[in-house]
């Protein structure tokens, strides 16, 4: 199962609260009001520049097993290569913003409208996640309703991407041969960074909740500073997950 | 002198406009150029840079401070050119050759400007050679690099010892940054610092300024 899937752009509208997060403030912290104002406006250009587009790609999980040994880079232990074995579903995936976006965050930071420039760069971040999401619950409904699913329950996923979570990067290699993300405006580059910027690409993982219990203590978990690896299992493990 | 207290002041309310008349009348008044420039609006980034360092403020507001310091620095730098004042040092600055990531480095380059520092700014994906060139032609003393992908980060260990070939390591000192970037790994590839943001990069750079090695004669 392959499709490449528009996104309205108003569902990968964020919120203040979450860009201004994302810059430092804390919680209950009142910024200047010219803050506000401004991240209201880095919104309001995430709706309006942003083009969202995701491809997804089910696979098997001999398939995938090549695709993640990619260039033989990846951490001795990953939980990705602990999950997958156990997944009913694999799908890979690729989300994109479209360039529109980077180019205007550059053309602020020219005309050093340096506030608003940041601000936006943290929406479009969200947002480039939030596509993934909204992504995510199409694949899940796609297969649902094509009467997928080896269990009688509604699988779990979460989503692994290459260059966190001990899946090297030059990952990105064999995940673009296999999925063609190219069809959706997303190129990578030697480095293996994609272009547009603001582009998420990974793997789906699906089955029983329990699969995706994974403990925090990988050498590689000492140099993560987000660990929201945490809370998103919280979710699926609680039946919370977008995508479940 | 009042005016200048009430540049800086006005600076770090974020105030642009306010800041460039300030300015201008500072000068029209006849305060010396530089100390317009010490005492308005680099003591006024100086406060600015402080509260963050504090947690009393935050990057979207240290970032009006900032297009404040612009709108002041449009008035002076004429001046200071026409008067040959010198700067606080001239850093090289880029994201790495492979690398298109440069929110980063545009708040650092931001920061030391903001501190007084002439700053050369190669933008993203750029190579050694031209970090050594650019910083070769303009005398800089400094030249910053950031990365925000692993597999970008070896393209400053190039920079490090391209400048050790050419003889230049020690009169142009070197400072990393970015995401997957530490202290380690500065001290790995021989880079001389490591800055976590914008404000922490203009305290180390100054700070290896004070230590930069002269150079041939």
Redesign the interface.
């Known amino acids: 199962m392959r499709a490449i899937v528009d996104i309205p752009a108003s569902e990968v509208r964020s919120d203040l609260t979450t860009i201004?997060r994302a810059?430092?403030?804390?919680a209950g912290?009142e910024?200047?009001p010219?803050?506000t104002a401004?991240?209201e406006e880095a919104l309001d250009l995430v709706t309006t520049l942003c083009a969202p587009r995701g491809v997804y790609a089910s696979l098997d999980q001999t398939t995938f097993a090549v695709i993640y040994g990619g260039q033989g880079k990846n951490a001795p232990e990953t939980p990705v290569a602990a999950v997958y074995p156990r997944a009913d579903h694999l799908a890979l995936f690729a989300v994109t913003l479209g360039p529109a976006v980077?180019v205007r965050?550059?053309e602020l930071?020219a005309r050093?409208?340096?506030?608003l420039?940041?601000?936006l760069?943290a929406a479009a971040s969200e947002a480039a996640e939030l596509a993934a999401t909204a992504l995510e619950r199409r694949y899940v409904a796609a297969l649902l309703a094509q009467g997928g699913g080896k269990t009688a329950r509604k699988p779990a996923f979460l989503a692994y991407s290459p260059?966190y979570c001990g899946w090297d990067?030059?990952g990105q290699a064999a995940l673009f041969a296999a999925l063609r993300p190219e069809e959706i405006g997303i190129h990578l580059?030697?480095?293996?960074?994609m272009?547009p910027?603001k582009s998420i690409t990974g793997v789906l993982l699906g089955g029983p909740a329990a699969i995706h219990a994974f403990w925090d203590g990988y050498p590689f978990c000492t140099a993560c500073e987000s660990r929201d690896c945490r809370e998103r299992i919280r979710r699926v493990l609680t039946g919370r997950a977008d995508g479940a | 002198m009042e005016i200048l207290q009430q540049l800086a002041v006005t600076l770090q309310k974020?105030q642009d406009s306010q800041v460039r008349e300030l300015t201008r009348q500072a000068v029209e008044d006849g305060v010396p150029v530089q100390q317009v420039l010490d005492e308005g609006l680099i003591a006024g980034m100086g406060v600015v840079g402080e509260r963050f360092r504090t947690?009393q403020i935050?990057?979207?507001?240290v970032?009006?401070a900032?297009?404040a310091m612009?709108a002041g620095l449009d008035v002076l730098e004429p001046l200071l050119a026409a008067a040959e004042v010198p700067r606080a040092g001239t850093a090289v600055l880029g994201t790495v050759?492979?690398?298109?990531?440069?929110?980063g480095k545009?708040?650092v380059a931001?920061m030391l400007r903001g501190a007084g520092f002439s700053v050369i700014d190669l933008g993203h994906d750029v190579p050694p050679e031209r970090f050594v060139a650019a910083a070769r032609e303009s005398g800089a003393q400094i030249i910053g690099m950031s990365a925000l992908?692993?597999?970008?980060m070896p393209v400053m260990r190039r920079v490090v010892e391209l400048l050790a070939r050419e003889g230049l390591k020690g009169r142009i000192r070197t400072i990393i940054g970015g995401a997957p970037v530490s202290v380690e790994f500065a001290q790995e590839i021989g880079a001389d610092g490591y800055a976590y943001d914008g404000v922490s990069a203009v305290e180390r750079v100054k700070a290896l300024l004070q230590d930069v090695s002269p150079g041939p004669a």
């Not at chain 1, 810059?23 to 804390?26: H, I, M, R, T």
């Not at chain 2, 935050?58 to 507001?61: D, N, S, T």
């Open positions: 201004l810059q430092g403030l804390p912290y910024p200047d010219r803050v401004q991240g980077s965050i550059q930071f050093r409208e340096f506030t420039a940041a601000l760069d260059g990067v030059s580059r030697e480095s293996f960074l272009d910027l | 974020g947690h935050f990057l979207p507001e970032l009006l900032a297009r612009y050759q492979g690398d298109l990531h440069d929110i545009n708040l931001i992908l692993t597999t970008t």
